[in-house]
């Protein structure tokens, strides 16, 4: 299907990069409302620059890729159907549930697809995990903890204020990914509690540039302690916060009946899953335990570079990650082709949405918030599906 990428800032490079794998998607052209943005992608990547209103009038054009800003999200993906397109979105879906729910009806009243990032549940780390939990080797599960720590953006960012609107903050900004991970692995949640902290009121900037040294105010919880209760029963605690310095959590742990389980960053596509080892004695931290068995580790780690969508292959940043968006858009490319629905759909983020602004709203009012637009979890991606959607090689 052919794409046309609308917002051709940061992220569009790797999309647009990405896209040359996949055999069900091929990008003609690119706009934004900045020329130099479209202008700089276009010449890059040898696709056809146009105004935003041309693209959305183009008859050549089957899906538009919007990678615009969030608050221009629900505007941009609107006009895209209104226009008779399919859309793929850029998390997330919106930044008002009923902006999500207008799109996700939108789209099916005039049968068209609305698909939204994350894709990196499609990726091999977040997919082996799911397998893991599917075949049942952790048993059902009961709890865990999944933890968003940094000490924010300003330290880097030479525009950092924004992250720090309504709107922004860690559970919007970078909660997406963890959430639509525990939903594919853990299906729909039911109702959220949390609490919030705005800590500290001022922030600096510390990126170099004209405000180095300013203060600006901060307008959201930058620390949220969340409780996620799951359909299934499991009990999940979210913690998402830009006051850390250092920490030793990992992105996300689950406890089962049978097992425990890590799951790699949920920001990535790869990393190593690992399973608790359950013929080890009980107390794993007692060193003569573990002696005793042999010094075994205490987690078997599954390795996921050798699997579809799973191997290193961006080497910017440390540590050099597996990253491969463009997959869920290819994946929902593909889906259209066969009618079948897409994994990474609108419904699916609709319900990620409703979650992290649910537990935006509980902090506010210090209540337990219900979940209202529930979602089940997509179809899992087997490796043989995932190489399918791969461009053959000459
Ligand atoms: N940068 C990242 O590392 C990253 C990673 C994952 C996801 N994302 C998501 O991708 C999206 C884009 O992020 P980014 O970092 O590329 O932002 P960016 O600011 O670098 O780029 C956004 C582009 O969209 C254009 N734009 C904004 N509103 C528009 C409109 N109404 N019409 C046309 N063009 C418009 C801007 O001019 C800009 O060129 C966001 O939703 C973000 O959450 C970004």
Redesign the pocket.
């Known amino acids: 299907m052919r794409v046309g990428i609308?917002?051709?800032?940061?992220?569009?490079d790797i999309y647009a990069a990405n896209s040359k794998l996949f055999r069900d998607i091929d990008i003609v052209a690119c706009?934004?409302?900045?020329p130099e943005?479209s202008g700089r992608i276009a010449g890059k990547f040898g696709i056809e620059e146009r105004s935003?209103d041309k693209l959305l009038a183009s008859e050549d054009i089957d899906i538009v890729l919007n990678?615009?800003?969030?608050?221009?999200?629900a505007?941009?993906s609107r006009a895209v159907l209104d226009a008779g397109k399919h859309v793929y979105v850029?998390?997330?879906l919106a930044t008002s549930l009923e902006d999500g729910i207008d799109l996700v009806r939108r789209a099916a009243a005039k049968s068209l697809r609305i698909g939204c990032?994350?894709d990196t549940i499609l990726g091999a780390g977040q997919q082996t995990a799911r397998k893991i939990v599917d075949e049942g080797s952790a048993g059902r599960v009961l709890t865990g903890v999944a933890a968003i720590m940094s000490k924010g953006m300003e330290h880097w960012h030479p525009n950092p204020a924004f992250f720090y609107q309504a709107g922004g903050g860690p559970v919007l900004?970078i909660g997406p990914y963890y959430v639509s991970s525990l939903c594919n692995l853990l299906g729909p949640v039911a109702s959220v509690y949390a609490i919030g902290q705005i800590s500290p009121a001022e922030r600096r900037y510390g990126a170099e540039g004209p405000n180095k040294g300013k203060t600006f105010k901060v307008e959201t919880f930058t620390t949220i302690n969340a409780i996620l209760k799951f359909e299934s029963g499991a009990i999940i605690t979210f913690i998402a916060s830009w006051d850390i310095w250092r920490n030793g959590m990992r992105p996300i742990e689950l406890h089962g009946t049978k097992a425990s389980l890590r799951v790699p960053d949920p920001d990535t596509f790869g990393g190593d899953v690992e399973l608790s080892d359950t013929t080890l004695p009980l107390n794993t931290h007692d060193a003569d335990a573990v002696a005793a068995a042999g010094q075994r580790p205490d987690w078997n780690p599954i390795g996921t570079t050798k699997l579809p969508f799973g191997a290193i292959n961006y080497p910017f940043g440390h540590p050099t990650i597996a990253n491969y968006?463009s997959l869920g858009l290819a994946e929902m490319a593909n889906a259209i082709a066969n009618n079948r629905p897409h994994r990474c759909s609108g419904e699916f983020s609709l319900h990620t949405l409703a979650v992290m602004l649910g537990i935006l709203q509980s902090a506010d009012l210090r209540r337990e918030v219900p979940i209202s637009h529930r979602a089940d979890r997509p179809e899992a991606l087997t490796p043989e599906q995932a190489s399918s959607l791969r461009k053959e090689r000459p």
């Open positions: 609308i917002g051709c800032g940061n992220i569009s706009a934004d409302i900045l943005a935003v990678l615009t800003i969030p608050s221009s999200h505007e941009i850029e998390k997330p990032a994350p900004d968006r």
